[in-house]
């Protein structure tokens, strides 16, 4: 168990809806992290943040969004949800934000029909 | 563009025999270098990191060593037991990209162990 928790485990929803994920990272961690798997490519970077403020984006649609709020609790908010858009979704957090060790939650897995 | 390369998409090994899982990078920015193993259906776990200003770093069974003129590190299992059958993904970050410690992974190579 990292400490990292995400809710739901799996979601099921049709193309156009719009869905939240959440993340709780580890105690006393200030950094959260939101990465995508998809089944044909590796664990791809979205969005980083560090106590509520965004440090960096990676290759994030226009259609997601996410916050840290200051619980340090993280939402990533997917709209107008399409297909393409079915994969695991991890977080991850770290105490502060670089060069260090990132621990993982168990994902929330996303099924767009 | 792929910065972190896993170039074996699987291994089978003998256990109690020695797994080396190997990747590649492109970016000579990239100064911090992470292993994770990954079950079905569970979220990646930490095995063991390295800096890049060493060339070797241990912890129980797994060393990772780090060749910065090659661009190549690689993770050592050595006895490698049927419970370390799983995904192996390598990552890299690299300082200067500012205040941020995102991770750039590797494809990812599957491991067996076979009793």
């Known amino acids: 168990d990292s400490g990292v928790t995400q809710t739901p485990k799996h979601l099921i929803t049709a193309t156009g809806q719009r869905v939240t994920l959440r993340c709780s990272p580890r105690?006393?961690?200030?950094?959260v992290y939101w990465y995508q798997q998809s089944l044909d490519q590796g664990l791809q970077f979205l969005i980083h943040?560090?106590?509520?403020?965004?440090?960096a984006k990676g290759n994030i649609l226009e259609r997601f969004s996410a916050q840290q709020f200051p619980d340090l609790h993280s939402e990533l908010n997917l709209s107008s949800l399409e297909l393409g858009d079915s994969a695991l979704y991890f977080c991850?957090?770290?105490?502060?934000?670089?060069?260090?060790?990132?621990?993982f939650g168990p994902g929330t897995r996303l099924l767009v029909l | 563009d792929q910065q972190v390369k896993q170039n074996s998409p699987s291994l089978s090994v003998q256990e109690g025999r020695i797994s080396i899982l190997n990747c590649d990078y492109t970016?000579?920015?990239?100064?911090?270098f992470l292993w994770y193993k990954k079950y079905p259906a569970e979220g990646p776990t930490f095995l063991i990191s390295?800096?890049?200003?060493?060339d070797k770093n241990e912890d129980g069974r797994f060393t990772v060593f780090l060749n910065k003129s090659a661009k190549h590190l690689s993770l050592h299992i050595v006895p490698s037991q049927p419970g370390d059958s799983a995904v192996y993904f390598c990552?890299?970050?690299?300082?200067?990209?500012?205040?941020?410690?995102?991770?750039?992974f590797g494809q990812g190579t599957t491991l067996q162990v076979k009793p």
């Open positions: 991850a957090s770290s105490v502060e934000g670089n060069q260090e060790t990132q621990y």
């Open positions: 105690s006393g961690d200030l950094s």
């Open positions: 943040y560090y106590n509520g403020e965004e440090r």
């Open positions: 970016n000579s920015m990239f100064d911090y």
């Open positions: 390295i800096s890049s200003i060493k």
């Open positions: 990552a890299a970050s690299a300082q200067i990209s500012g205040n941020t410690g995102k991770l750039i």
